[in-house]
């Protein structure tokens, strides 16, 4: 790091915000995962991953912000892309501040530098527990042939089966099951679902959205039971969320994928959507 490089740490979101703001919106592809997360803690409270404060932190330079980190409740830490160097000072300044951390998750060189230092400067274990693809849309192309039936946004009758559709989803990726009380502190809370029905008006397959952050909107998650796979109906859902975040204002849709899924990455590419960037995140003991 330069002589002038400094992390400042903060709990104050809209302290961090005026400053760093910016700087998240200056790439809003690659930060996703920041813009949408702090955006839920700006609009449901500092409480909306659970008691304990978030810790945020911005890396200065030059009087301008170079990278940006968060903690949350889940005392997992989340980066911006950051040289090994800088991984290693911040890790020497989170350990000596005496704050836990239970892993990071980061793109996959920031994630392995950071978990790298953090093992030296405190001992802790790290073990790899997750790996995605993020990719960005070019250009929007429906794939052929398009598989009858429409899309459809979801409303309040439609929770039963969306809650049951998130369990399904949740269990093959290995994530916590959800009910009806722990849904409103779930990641599916804030999205936007649309269905995919047949011109009977079953549904047949889900994906949802986030809301527009500094003109990025994510696709996620797309799901469709196991039973009607292989059938276009993926493909289309994806295409119609894909089309309202750009009729909606959208300049950036992102989404992210299963590098070790190849039927996955083959379909979003084939409606357009172009790899940016891998991450990474790692657990720590």
């Given at each position: ?147 009858q039936g429409r ?46 029905e047949t011109p ?75 790899p940016l960037a ?8």
């Amino acid at each position: 790091m330069l002589p002038d490089d400094d992390w400042h740490l903060t709990d104050d979101i809209d302290d961090f915000l005026a400053r760093a703001g910016d700087f998240l919106r200056s790439r809003p592809a690659l930060h996703n995962t920041p813009l949408t997360t702090i955006e839920k803690l700006r609009t449901r409270g500092p409480d909306a991953f659970g008691s304990e404060a978030t810790v945020f932190g911005r890396l200065e330079s030059g009087g301008e912000v170079r990278a940006v980190c968060y903690r949350l409740a889940t005392r997992r830490l989340t980066l911006t892309p950051l040289s090994p160097e800088q991984a290693d000072t911040l890790a020497v300044r989170l350990a000596g501040l005496g704050l836990r951390l239970s892993g990071v998750t980061a793109d996959q060189d920031t994630a392995a530098a950071f978990a790298q230092a953090w093992q030296r400067h405190t001992g802790a274990a790290a073990e790899h527990d997750w790996r995605g693809r993020l990719h960005r849309l070019g250009t929007l192309t429906p794939p052929e042939p398009r598989p009858q039936g429409r899309d459809r946004v979801l409303d309040a009758r439609d929770q039963e089966q969306l809650l049951y559709w998130c369990n399904e989803f949740v269990a093959e990726v290995g994530e916590a099951p959800l009910d009806a009380a722990s849904w409103a502190g779930s990641r599916f809370a804030d999205k936007h679902f649309t269905f995919w029905e047949t011109p009977d008006g079953t549904p047949v397959s889900l994906a949802g959205s986030t809301s527009m952050v500094g003109g990025m909107v994510r696709v996620d998650p797309v799901y469709t039971p196991a039973r009607l796979r292989g059938r276009g109906y993926a493909g289309a859902v994806t295409v119609a969320v894909t089309r309202a975040a750009l009729t909606a204002g959208a300049t950036d849709v992102v989404l992210f994928t299963n590098p070790a899924n190849p039927t996955s990455n083959a379909l979003y590419r084939r409606i357009g959507y172009v790899p940016l960037a891998d991450f990474a995140g790692y657990g720590f003991s």
